[in-house]
T-cell receptor, first 116, second 112 residues
Framework: GAGVSQTPSNKVTEKGKYVELRCDPI?????LYWYRQSLGQGPEFLIY????????DSGLPNDRFFAVRPEGSVSTLKIQRTERGDSAVYLC??????????????FGPGTRLTVL | RKEVEQDPGPFNVPEGATVAFNCTYS??????FFWYRQDCRKEPKLLMS???SGNEDGRFTAQLNRASQYISLLIRDSKLSDSATYLC?????????????FGQGTELSVKP
């Protein structure tokens, strides 16, 4: 079946602009995660959703970052007033659920964001 | 101090070699442990979970020492296709999926 998909695959924007990154999880997966990976580093947790609600948003770096998942499926990560330091690969992952014993997280290919 | 620390490498080894990666974690409440593999410009993929009793999957052996907060991965008989970055990962909550905490990754390059 289809894996996690993310669009766009690449996004180049100018400092100060607003961007939206989209994640389409594996069908039937109720948990959805966003991570950010800078060059030479491991992925860094941003936020995760169980269903429509954000269960843990402790990784969002500041209030310029916001994510939604209104219908419990597709999620959008929104970044306002982008800064050069926001340049990274934004990874989305999904799992069957986040409740109970650990469920494997499956990652999408990521969106490479470049802020000029 | 980072919550999960790894030697970034790179490790350059010949085909057939045995290579070991180490990782330490700082949060003693961590409950689940994993090794992920990430190929260049690709997404991370789960390689194997790590259990206190140690576990093996073919040429790969993972060990966990909770007392020392130390995780290891051993790769025997390295193949060219093993070249990738290996990420040590912990999950702090036992009965929740929750967030994964990644180390910075150890790069492995297997040469002919």
């Amino acid at each position: 079946g289809a894996g996690v998909s993310q669009t766009p695959s690449n996004k180049v924007t100018e400092k100060g602009k607003y961007v939206e990154l989209r994640c389409d999880p594996i069908s039937g997966h109720t948990a959805l995660y966003w991570y950010r990976q800078s060059l030479g580093q491991g992925p860094e947790f941003l936020i995760y959703f169980q269903g429509t609600g954000a269960a843990d948003d402790s990784g969002l770096p500041n209030d310029r970052f916001f994510a939604v998942r209104p219908e419990g499926s597709v999620s959008t990560l929104k970044i306002q007033r982008t800064e050069r330091g926001d340049s990274a690969v934004y990874l989305c992952a999904s799992s069957l659920t986040s409740v109970g014993s650990y469920n494997e997280q499956f990652f999408g290919p990521g969106t490479r964001l470049t802020v000029l | 101090r980072k919550e999960v620390e790894q030697d970034p490498g790179p490790f350059n080894v010949p085909e057939g070699a045995t290579v070991a990666f180490n990782c330490t974690y700082s949060n003693s409440a961590s409950q689940s442990f994993f090794w992920y593999r990430q190929d260049c410009r690709k997404e991370p993929k789960l390689l194997m979970s790590v259990y206190s009793s140690g576990n093996e999957d073919g040429r790969f052996t993972a060990q966990l020492n909770r007392a020392s907060q130390y995780i290891s991965l051993l790769i025997r008989d390295s193949k060219l296709s093993d070249s990738a970055t290996y990420l040590c990962v912990v999950n702090s909550f036992y009965n929740q999926g929750g967030k994964l905490i990644f180390g910075q990754g150890t790069e492995l390059s297997v040469k002919p």
